[in-house]
């Protein structure tokens, strides 16, 4: 008779892919302090920010790649994956190269996802042009571009003593992320493939290209559910500011995913 496993073996493993200034402890903290000891959490910290400075071949599929080793490593073969802006990025071009892996697929504002529309080319011109402007002046830029018009961003975190050492990698990776989403593709067709749950993090100050892009991808997951967060921000974002409602909306997610799974499994 084979002995059941330990309940710590039955935890889900669910794999966070953060943004692209904050790191991964930081943009996940408050909400692994509610939901973490449920889980068997990975903090998939960029590969971008592997090395001091960018890979000269950086691209999207180094990320992807990165997100399937860190699966790998942990001998899940199929995981939850959490991704917030760059991060909700990288984790749509894991999917779409790996929907058989992906058991659920919750995103908070992805940056992009695999394609630039008509609608969304002057947005998209104009986050091109930040990338040009001095780095003390792309930041507040950057903030700004997230917002809705005439809604100020939310202030930054105030930092005592001078800035952390991981900040100085975060213009040139922004940039390099950026570059990476402009010769990059996503086959978007893919996403129609994934058999479990999707949900969707917006906040409701945030600019309408999140909205739109959130509606395309409507459109192409079999199963996705949109929810804004009213008063929140790309950066005041839903996982950060309301992590006790979201460790709620994951678990109602994980549910859905291991329902769907029991039901197609062979009798």
């Known amino acids: 008779m084979t002995a059941n496993p330990p309940p710590s073996a039955k935890k889900p493993t669910v794999i966070f892919v953060p943004g692209s200034i904050t790191p991964g402890d930081l943009a ?15 903090i998939k910290e960029l590969e971008v920010y592997a090395t001091d400075v960018p890979p000269r071949d950086y691209r999207l599929d180094l990320e992807a790649e990165g997100i399937r080793r860190a699966a790998d490593a ?30 659920s697929l919750a995103l908070i504002e992805p940056a992009w996802i695999g394609a630039v529309t008509a609608e969304d080319a002057q ?37 005592p003593g001078p800035p952390p050492a991981w900040m100085a990698k975060r213009p040139a990776g922004v940039k390099a992320i950026f570059g990476a989403f ?3 593709h996503i086959d978007q067709d893919r996403f129609r493939q994934l058999d479990g749950p999707v949900y969707y993090a917006l906040g409701s100050l945030t600019t ?23 008063g929140r921000s790309h950066f005041d974002p839903p996982h950060r500011a309301e992590p006790e ?5 994951l678990r109602v997610l994980w549910a859905r995913a291991d329902a769907a799974a029991h039901s197609s499994a062979p009798s």
């Open 182 to 184: 402009n010769t990059g």
């Open 74 to 103: 942990a001998s899940a073969q199929r995981i939850h994956l959490v991704g917030y802006s760059a991060g909700g990025a990288f984790a749509l071009a894991f999917t779409a190269k790996y929907p058989e892996r992906l058991k």
């Open 245 to 249: 409602r979201f460790a709620q909306a």
């Open 123 to 159: 947005d998209w011109a104009e986050l091109g042009r930040l990338m040009t402007l001095p780095p003390d002046e792309q930041m507040q830029a950057f903030r700004l571009w997230h917002m809705r018009p005439g809604v100020p961003p939310p202030a930054a975190p105030a930092q």
């Open 28 to 42: 996940y903290g408050s909400l692994l302090s509610v939901i973490g000891e449920e889980i068997q959490p990975i």
């Open 208 to 230: 309408r290209y999140f909205e739109r892009g959130a509606k395309t991808l409507q459109r192409l997951f079999p199963d996705m559910q949109l929810e804004e967060y009213e």
